[in-house]
């Protein structure tokens, strides 16, 4: 989950917020983090506990409605991917210097090739272990470059100069919103671990994907606080990419290049696997060749980007939609809990449930103004 959630979106979102809001935004990260940890863990706890995966849950408690969240999800899937898709392209043209369009479809036939080798599971999971690492570890190099105005920021995410209703929407569905927060979940029954048993184990797992990502993010807000209170505004077309080249010259910008494509190519693979999770169980032939699917599901990605282009544009939008969903798809995780035989007799605690309602009010409610804010203004 945490691989998954750090992805160019994640960079960019947290990039541009980050110069609007300043030191504020901390508090956006911090608000963030709260609604996050009341949707993972009453999704995960429903998922695990069932043994069922999420759009099973959504048809037990009312036939057709699985096949609405599958469509959602995926829907979410495809905006996250494009968005993916995007960022290796604006990666290797840092890299290389080729075009954005080249430089996507390479990164696309690499992911497609990397669903094609043999022992999947054990090289995915070793492949996003190993690009966690170096994402978190180049980053905090280019902090300490930046020299952010470390107590300011502190000070400003507990009161906060102003606020952002959309950067709260756009960071949690960057986070936990569409796919993402399932991906852990459908992993953990993939692997057996479900049952209330595993709930101590589940919890905990929720709960460090959650802490690892926002601090990655809390770094990077740090490191574009640092560059933006030198003056420095960032370049509109590849925000992040500014803060790397400002703090660090021409080495950081290589970095961010390597930053960027390894979080961007492991999105596309999270997205992609968690998407066909949602679908593969159709009565749709093509769909049970799950390497044929995913494949199509990259290219379908590859192709889109190549016909919109405006990277940034949707790398922030993918947010936004996916916090969309992420209400309503915790509204039924947490009515399927009460109404679904195999979660009824299970005690869910009251705090987490009551939690997740709030979550639900809180971000639906968000979403709707984010949305009236960003189009109907």
């Not at 506990?49 to 999420?54: D, E, P, Q, T, Y």
């Not at 037990?60 to 991917?81: D, E, K, R, Y």
């Not at 930046?146 to 606020?163: D, K, M, T």
Request: hydrophobic share 55%.
């Amino acid at each position: 989950m945490a691989n998954s959630s750090i992805g160019p979106g994640f960079l960019t979102q947290t990039s541009v917020y980050t110069e609007q809001l300043l030191t504020s935004f901390g508090f956006v990260i911090l608000i963030s983090i709260l609604l996050d940890f009341g949707a993972q863990i009453n999704i995960w706890r429903a998922i695990t506990l069932s043994g069922m995966r999420a759009q099973e849950i959504a048809n037990q408690l009312l036939p057709g409605l699985g096949h609405i969240l599958s469509l959602s999800v995926v829907l979410g899937g495809f905006a996250f991917n494009i968005g993916n898709i995007a960022g290796c392209g604006l990666a290797l043209n840092l890299l290389t210097g080729i075009s954005f369009a080249k430089g996507a479809m390479l990164s696309g036939v690499i992911a497609i090739l990397i669903f094609w080798i043999d022992e999947i599971g054990k090289m995915l999971d070793r492949l996003t272990k190993i690009l966690g690492i170096v994402k978190i570890s180049l980053t905090l190099l280019i902090v300490y470059a930046a020299n952010p105005p470390i107590l300011s920021a502190v000070q400003h995410s507990f009161v906060p100069e102003q606020i952002s209703l959309l950067a709260i929407v756009t960071i949690v569905g960057g986070t936990v919103g569409g796919y993402i927060t399932f991906s852990g979940a459908h992993r953990l029954v993939d692997a057996g671990m479900v049952g209330p048993e595993h709930i101590p184990f589940v919890t905990k797992s929720a709960s460090r994907g959650i802490l690892i990502s926002s601090f990655m993010r809390f770094i990077l807000f740090l490191a574009v606080v640092g560059v933006v209170s030198q003056g420095v505004h960032l370049d509109k077309n590849n925000p992040a990419a500014t803060v790397f080249e400002t703090a660090g010259g021409r080495w950081g910008l290589f970095v961010f290049g390597i930053v960027l494509w390894s979080a961007a190519i492991s999105s596309v693979i999270g997205a992609s696997y968690t998407s066909y999770s949602f679908i593969k169980k159709l009565d749709i032939p093509f769909l049970h060749h799950e390497r044929y699917a995913i494949s199509g599901f990259i290219l379908i990605s590859t192709c889109l980007f190549v016909w919109i282009g405006k990277p940034k544009e949707l790398l922030l939008y993918a947010g936004l939609i996916n916090g969309f969903i992420l209400p309503f798809a915790l509204a039924i995780m947490l009515i399927a809990s009460r109404k679904i035989p195999v979660l009824k007799q299970y005690k869910y605690p009251l705090w987490i449930e009551a939690a997740g309602w709030l979550v639900v009010l809180l971000m639906g409610s968000m979403s709707v103004y984010a949305l009236v804010d960003t189009f109907l203004k």
